[in-house]
T-cell receptor, first 115, second 115 residues
Framework: AQKVTQAQTEISVVEKEDVTLDCVYE???????LFWYKQPPSGELVFLIR??????QNEISGRYSWNFQKSTSSFNFTITASQVVDSAVYFC????????????FGKGNQVVVIP | DGGITQSPKYLFRKEGQNVTLSCEQN?????MYWYRQDPGQGLRLIYY???????QKGDIAEGYSVSREKKESFPLTVTSAQKNPTAFYLC??????????????FGPGTRLTVL
């Protein structure tokens, strides 16, 4: 069974600080897909990134970066130079190749950026 | 504009009533999903549909029903059998290619409150 753990519940940072969100996953499938979504106060989930299990290349997109390590089953997400608009709940999710595209979500990280 | 719409944004229900939440997409996506989100929790899958006139139960289907008569529409009915229906409901869709490679995109959500 697939499982996603986001241990930190709420993280507060002062504006311009970096913040890293941890995500640890469990799966028996050898092919799987990892996602990060952002949920601002409005409630809608906004897709940020998707990673395939066979692609461990880390990625940087603007102030966002992702660190995927299969050896530790982790898919961590970093916001560099945080801004107030980054305040949101961030969800890590996992989809197995043989799981009918079902997503398993972690409980989310509430990020609060203090001006 | 292409996207997923959910209505209403807020819904109030009296105990014992059935209510139907609307989800429409004009992305020409094959698969659609319903999730429930409770405070401080991740999303849990209620029902999903990969093609018209077919749908499967997710992890918490009891007390809910769905239909998929049209590709663009996937309404969710919360029945009186659902003991604790107060929650935030999110609809998602994805282009189903028969494999778990496609990203799910979400609507803005409906917040249901039982009075």
């Amino acid at each position: 069974a697939q499982k996603v753990t986001q241990a930190q519940t709420e993280i507060s940072v002062v504006e311009k600080e970096d913040v890293t969100l941890d995500c640890v996953y469990e799966t028996r499938d050898t092919t799987y897909y990892l996602f990060w979504y952002k949920q601002p106060p409005s409630g809608e989930l906004v897709f940020l990134i998707r990673r395939n299990s066979f692609d461990e290349q880390n990625e940087i997109s603007g102030r966002y970066s992702w660190n995927f390590q299969k050896s530790t089953s982790s898919f961590n997400f970093t916001i560099t130079a945080s801004q107030v608009v980054d305040s949101a709940v961030y969800f890590c999710a996992l989809s197995e190749a043989h799981g009918n595209n079902r997503l398993a979500f972690g409980k989310g990280n509430q990020v609060v950026v203090i001006p | 504009d292409g996207g997923i719409t959910q209505s209403p944004k807020y819904l109030f229900r009296k105990e014992g009533q059935n209510v139907t939440l609307s989800c429409e997409q004009n992305l020409n996506h094959d698969a659609m999903y319903w999730y429930r989100q409770d405070p401080g929790q991740g999303l849990r899958l209620i029902y999903y549909s990969q093609i018209v006139n077919d749908f499967q139960k997710g992890d918490i289907a009891e007390g809910y029903s769905v239909s998929r008569e049209k590709k663009e529409s996937f309404p969710l009915t919360v029945t009186s059998a659902q003991k604790n229906p107060t929650a935030f409901y999110l609809c998602a869709s994805t282009a189903w290619g028969g494999a778990s490679t496609d990203t799910q995109y979400f609507g803005p959500g409906t917040r249901l409150t039982v009075l």
